[in-house]
C-alpha cells in the first residue's frame, strides 16, 4: 500500500508562488495516477491537478495556466508548481493516488498541507 506525504505549503502573498511536493512509499508509485486536491473552509474537496502514470496531465479551470503538475517516478515524488497565487486558492491541499484514471477513484490519501494566500 502506498503512502503518500505532502510538504511545501506555507504563507504567501498574491501573486507569489509555492511547489508542494508529495513523497511516496511502500508501493509502486509509477503505477499510480496522482492527483493534487484542495479544500477551503466550508467547501467540498475538489480535484485541482492530476497526472497519470503516463503522464497525460488534468487541471481544473480554475488554475490552468498557473499551476503545473509534474511527477519523478525515480523518487517517487509528485509536485505541484503554483504561480500566481490568488487568495482564493487557500485552502488544505492533499495528494492522493489513483489505481485508475486521473479523473478516476483516489483512495490513498496524504495527511494534507495548508496553503495560504495573503492579498
Known amino acids: 500500500q502506498v503512502q503518500l506525504v505532502e510538504s511545501g505549503g506555507g504563507l504567501v502573498q498574491a501573486g507569489g508562488s509555492l511547489r508542494l511536493s508529495c513523497a511516496a512509499s511502500?508501493?509502486?508509485?509509477?503505477?499510480?495516477?496522482m492527483g493534487w486536491f484542495r479544500q477551503a473552509p466550508g467547501k467540498e474537496r475538489a480535484l485541482v491537478s492530476a497526472?497519470?502514470?503516463?503522464?497525460?496531465?488534468y487541471y481544473a479551470d480554475s488554475v490552468k495556466g498557473r499551476f503545473t503538475i509534474s511527477r519523478d517516478n525515480a523518487k517517487n515524488t509528485v509536485y505541484l508548481q503554483m504561480n500566481s497565487l490568488q487568495p482564493e486558492d487557500t485552502a488544505v491541499y492533499y495528494c492522493?493516488?489513483?489505481?485508475?484514471?486521473?479523473?478516476?477513484?483516489?483512495?490513498?490519501w496524504g495527511q494534507g498541507t495548508q496553503v495560504t494566500v495573503s492579498s
Open positions: 497526472i497519470s502514470w503516463s503522464g497525460i496531465e
Open positions: 511502500g508501493g509502486t508509485f509509477s503505477s499510480y495516477a
Open positions: 492522493a493516488a489513483s489505481r485508475g484514471s486521473i479523473r478516476g477513484r483516489y483512495d490513498i
